[in-house]
């Protein structure tokens, strides 16, 4: 029996399979409800006919039997997506949390069995047809049998609460490494801001020793004429703005979650960073805050998972280098900022000023 490939590229997929009429549809549907209150979910069903989307005499079927690898079709209700290949299937699940696929029994994918009523899959499981098995879920009589949890059909929180944690478990050991935004020209300050003195040093070096406590290690991103008596890290991705700064990091080091804090931050404290990492979601591409003002992603201070890599660098090929931008059309998670004026920035002399004559 020949096994098929994992079809699609997700640091967060599991497989729910079994045998025909074991229910598997029913189950996935109810969990799918579940983990949707958190996650966005995306749903890949492994098909064993062919599949029918699409009618003969329609356009899309006209231009797809045309030669077009992809076709999508949209509405003012959503949209529906055929295309060929694992790269178009991996770029439809980009913008969920987690995958569910139905199926795929024989593939390198995590997965939960179903056991059907007579236990007839039994046999495949023993005979090692059917590997990478988490849990079972079905009969009473399936506890105990395949040395993993089991659960019952109508146990659907703990169910939904034993994968939410399979996955936290992937990402627990991911180490959280700093990095102190610093490197941008400051055209508007009319002098470095990374070097103003709010606090008795160099701001830059304030945020690193803010950052460095709860971090691995930390580093400040500079150009390379600036100095500081920290270990630096220079950009490798010339005038992209603070986008260049955090992929430069991620290069250096794809495997752990950044902290990225901006130098021009005077009011961020101790209160802020604690709250950020403590209510980390590894799930998502990012953990931000939102804006008192306007209600949207504050990316200067915010924790970007390994994953996040590849959307930044999805969104840089389309020339977008605004990490905002990223963060709101992306899953991440949001916080409420505890004091309002903790990402207050200064941009310009009349800011700095005005700062300054407000802590006196």
């Known amino acids: 029996m020949s096994k098929k ?6 640091p967060f997929v599991l497989a729910i399979c079994g045998f025909s009429n074991s229910g ?15 996650y966005k979910i995306g749903f890949l069903k492994n098909d064993a006919h062919n599949v029918n989307v699409d009618h003969e005499g329609k356009d899309t079927f006209r231009i797809k039997k045309a030669g077009a690898n992809s076709v999508l079709i949209n509405d003012k209700n959503g949209f529906a997506a055929y295309g060929d290949g694992e790269v178009f299937q991996s770029e439809v699940f980009s913008r969920s949390d987690i995958v569910i696929a139905e199926g795929w029994k024989y593939s390198k994918m995590p997965k939960i069995v179903v056991l059907d009523e007579a236990n007839e899959i039994k046999t495949e499981i023993e005979s090692n047809k059917i590997q990478n098995i988490l849990a079972t879920i079905g009969p009473v009589t399936g506890e105990g049998q395949f040395n993993v949890p089991h659960f019952q059909r109508d146990q659907m929180g703990a169910i939904s609460e034993f994968i939410e944690n399979y996955f936290k478990s992937l990402v627990s050991s991911v180490p959280v490494k700093g990095l102190v935004l610093a490197g941008g020209k400051s055209t508007r300050m009319q002098r470095d801001k990374s070097y103003l003195n709010y606090h008795g ?23 390379s004429e600036q100095n500081y008596p920290y270990p630096r890290l220079e950009d490798s991705y010339l005038a992209k703005g603070p986008m260049g700064g955090i992929l430069s990091a991620m290069d250096m080091d794809s495997e752990c979650a950044w902290l990225v804090v901006a130098c ?3 009011m961020v404290d101790e209160k802020t960073i604690e709250y950020l990492i403590e209510n980390r979601n590894p799930l ?7 804006s008192a003002d306007q209600h949207l992603p504050e990316p200067l201070c915010t924790i970007y998972e390994p994953h996040c890599k590849a959307v930044l660098f999805r969104y840089l090929s389309y020339n977008i280098r605004c990490p905002r931008k990223v963060l709101i059309n992306s899953n991440v998670q949001n916080l409420d900022l505890l004091n309002a004026n903790a990402l207050m920035n200064c941009n310009t002399p009349e800011e700095h000023s005005a700062f300054i004559k407000s802590q006196k």
């Open 5 to 10: 490939k994992q079809i699609i590229q997700h």
């Open 284 to 290: 998502k591409v990012a953990t931000t805050y939102l």
């Open 264 to 266: 021009d931050l005077p």
């Open 24 to 38: 598997k549809t029913t189950l996935i549907e109810k969990l799918v409800s579940k983990l949707s209150a958190n």
């Open 201 to 223: 040093k160099a701001q830059a070096e304030i945020i690193y020793e803010l950052l460095d406590p709860y971090c691995d290690e930390t580093f400040i991103s500079c150009r």
